[in-house]
C-alpha cells in the first residue's frame, strides 16, 4: 500500500493524443503531481518537441500511434528527452489501420528503462469501454485506461523496489 500511495505522488508526465485526452481526468485523479498533456490528432512528431520543452523528473507515459507512426528516430529522441526515466509506451486499438503495435513491442526491447502497457491486449473483449470507433473511451474505458497505466507504473516500480533490496541483502 505504501508503493502505491508513492507511485499516485509521483510527478508523471503523460503526453498523447484524443485517446488520452479523454482519460485526461482520470489520469490526474490517479497521479495527484501527474502532468497531462493530450489533444485531438496529435501525432509523436508533436510529443518528442513537447516532451523536449519540458522537465522530466519520474516516469513518463507515451500515447502516441492511434494518427499513425513515427520514425524510430524520433521515438530515439523521446527516450533521450526523457533521460533515465521510466518510459511507458501505450499500444493502439486501431493497429490494423496504422500499424505500430509490433513497432513498439520491439522498441522497448532496445532501452531498459522503455516499457510496453499493452493497451490493445488489456482493452480486446471490451467494447462498452469505447465509443462506436472502437478508440475513444468511454467512462468505463477511460477509468480502466488510467488504471492500467497506474498499475503499470506500479509494477515497474515494485520490480526496482525488490531489485534494490535483493542487491542490499547480496552486499
Given at each position: 500500500e505504501q508503493i502505491k500511495?508513492?507511485?499516485?505522488?509521483?510527478?508523471v508526465v503523460c503526453i498523447g493524443d484524443s485517446v488520452m485526452l479523454g482519460a485526461?481526468?482520470?489520469?490526474?485523479?490517479?497521479f495527484e503531481n501527474g502532468y497531462v498533456d493530450a489533444e485531438v490528432s496529435r501525432s509523436g512528431w508533436v510529443m518528442a518537441e513537447i516532451i523536449k520543452s519540458l522537465t522530466i523528473q519520474g516516469p513518463v507515459v507515451i500515447h502516441a500511434g492511434t494518427n499513425g507512426d513515427v520514425p524510430e528516430s524520433v521515438k530515439d529522441n523521446i527516450m533521450s528527452y526523457c533521460g533515465e526515466n521510466d518510459v511507458f509506451?501505450?499500444?493502439v486499438t486501431n493497429d490494423k489501420d496504422v500499424h505500430v503495435n509490433d513497432k513498439l513491442r520491439e522498441f522497448v526491447k532496445k532501452y531498459d528503462n522503455a516499457h510496453l502497457i499493452d493497451w490493445q491486449q488489456y482493452s480486446s473483449g471490451h467494447s462498452d469501454w469505447f465509443y462506436s470507433d472502437d478508440i475513444l473511451l468511454?467512462?468505463?474505458g477511460r477509468k480502466a485506461y488510467a488504471e492500467l497505466i497506474f498499475n503499470s507504473i506500479y509494477?515497474?516500480?515494485?520490480?526496482?523496489?525488490?531489485?534494490?533490496k535483493e542487491d542490499?541483502?547480496?552486499k
Open positions: 500511495e508513492t507511485v499516485s505522488k509521483l510527478p485526461a481526468n482520470n489520469l490526474r485523479s490517479q509506451w501505450v499500444t468511454q467512462p468505463a509494477q515497474v516500480k515494485y520490480q526496482q523496489l525488490e531489485k534494490m542490499a541483502i547480496n
